[in-house]
């Protein structure tokens, strides 16, 4: 049996899953079709706010393509065995979350004809044009390493040498993607919000705490649906490695407030300001950004007390406040807080209507559907390979 015909076999559960993820992509799909029809005007994005939740979402994204690397770097650079099982899982994993990346910034276009022009007018000083460079390559590099060891697996041997020297490439390739995401960003110096050079390991630190987060609830899931049983010490290591990340990822954040509200550059701090509060008792993003430092707390606390973390019902809180906090900070608050206030004086809030959500729940449910069907593909071999 071919790869592809390992996904399709299935019972009742796995078909209806797969049903629900496609009704949400169709959705997403006639969604879409009507912004290209009537324009990106039919959504709440503005001149003064042109990147929303689509953008909010591509930065997101790419931080779950670490998933790959907070389990590929431990196995194949430091022999970790304990990851033995689950590397490939993380592999796939990080390469649909970047896909998905590329998808948002895609549907942001308004027009795909614009995707084009970066391709037909390259020039080294566009980092769009390095954006797309770096992440239609991960994908292409992840994609044929995920192809050559599920063969190995098949096959019952080990990986060809040629493999292992691109699972070392992929690397610094995952940091660099996160490097050129946050220098879009930062480099756009009339942003005092994004315009800082802590905003790239910032972005890094928080994509290696989701990646291994999120890693950590599916396997968790897995487990529970009884359809792959992770090891109890890849579990612990993952979580070590979320704490760690998480101690950094809000260490960067405490060391940026300092920067803003020591300095008092007044353009820093009113962005801050607004996040938070401060600025304005009626800012709709406040309660948001405090909900999403209440979360960042919950989870630092329970994963750095290795008794806490032990306890699979407060791991699964951890790891789910984790994502949820960080999916908060770096999906909205980074892109809200960028371009409000804005310069002009005030301007109505930002807030995501219908028709962004509907596109980006069927982009997320695009990814799910990938992730079940390589999920699939991967547990088929490996039962395979113990019968």
Known sequence: MSLIEK??????????????????????????VQEQQVGLGITDLSRNMPWGLYIGQFIFCVGVGDAALVVMLPYYLHHWRAYAKVALLGQILGTVGV??????????????????????YPHPRSLIFWDMLTLSGYVILTAIIIFRLLIAEQEHSAPPLWTQRLVLLSFPWAVGIHTVTAFLLCGLVA????????????????????????????????????????????????????????????????????NVFYGGVPQEVEHVDYLYGGLTATSPVAPWMWLSAVLALVALLVLLVPALRQRTPLLLAACTSAVISIWIEKGFGMLVGGFEPSPFGATPPYVPDFSEWKVAAGIWALGAFLV???YKIVFSVRKEAES
């Open 7 to 32: 996904t399709l076999a299935g019972g009742r559960r796995y078909w209806l899953w797969l049903g629900f993820l496609a009704v949400l992509m169709v959705m997403a799909l006639l969604g879409w």
């Open 191 to 258: 942003r005092p919000y994004w315009f800082t050079a802590l905003l790239a390991p910032r972005f890094l630190a928080s994509a290696l705490t989701a990646g291994s987060a999120m890693l950590v609830l599916i396997l968790l899931l897995l487990k529970r649906l009884e359809l792959f049983d992770a090891e109890e010490d890849a579990l612990r290591r993952l979580a070590t490695t979320a704490a760690y990340c998480l101690v950094v990822h809000v260490f960067f954040t405490l060391v940026e407030f300092f």
């Open 99 to 120: 896909i998905l990346a590329m998808l948002f910034i895609f549907v942001s276009m308004g027009k795909p004809v614009r995707l084009i022009n970066v391709l037909l």
């Open 372 to 374: 079940t069907l390589m």
